[in-house]
């Protein structure tokens, strides 16, 4: 069974659990990041953030990639406003996924896992994926507690 690391990580927080959950899965690793980068200023992050939730638009991803040789794909994102960030939404809508094992992980400043996870329980309900329970990331102890489950 093959398996892959996808993460879109901001400010790097995500990108580091990716790398030490791809070692320790012998995963392949790569970035979902958006055509238009995002504001290093954090104040207009916010603004642009809140504005693609409030308008519901799935920014475009910068890249294609292709799953075909993956049966299981880590998928992560840092919790923006206690949810999924909308690239997320743009990445069910952009692949197809059917019949992959997707187990999604978060990192956060304090949320639990379980915030977010209703939005990716809901984006993911209609593309015939296997949605695993999902973790948070936010420590090397927490990411092995979940893999070692
Ligand atoms: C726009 C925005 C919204 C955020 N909302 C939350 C939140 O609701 N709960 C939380 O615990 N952290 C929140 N955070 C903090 C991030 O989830 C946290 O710093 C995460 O580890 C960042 O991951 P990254 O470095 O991979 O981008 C937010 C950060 C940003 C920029």
């Not at 519901?56 to 880590?74: C, G, L, M, R, T």
């Not at 994102?77 to 019949?99: E, K, V």
Request: without cysteine; charged residues 25%; negative net charge.
């Amino acid at each position: 069974m093959k398996s892959i690391v996808i993460y879109f990580s901001e400010s790097g927080n995500t990108k580091k659990a990716a790398q030490f959950i791809a070692q320790e899965t012998h995963s392949d690793i790569d970035e979902l990041k958006p055509t238009k980068p995002y504001p290093d200023n954090y104040d207009r992050l916010v603004e642009v953030s809140g504005d693609e939730i409030d308008n519901n638009i799935h920014p475009a991803i910068d890249k294609d990639f292709n799953f075909s040789d993956y049966n299981v794909i880590y998928l992560g994102y840092p919790t923006w406003y206690h949810q999924t960030p909308m690239i997320i939404n743009s990445f069910f809508d952009t692949y197809d996924l059917s019949n992959k094992t997707i187990i999604p992980f978060t990192t956060t400043y304090s949320s639990e896992f379980d915030e977010s996870k209703p939005f990716i329980e809901k984006i993911s309900a209609t593309r015939n994926v296997k949605l695993a329970t999902g973790f948070r990331a936010n420590s090397d102890t927490e990411i092995k507690k979940y893999l070692t489950k």
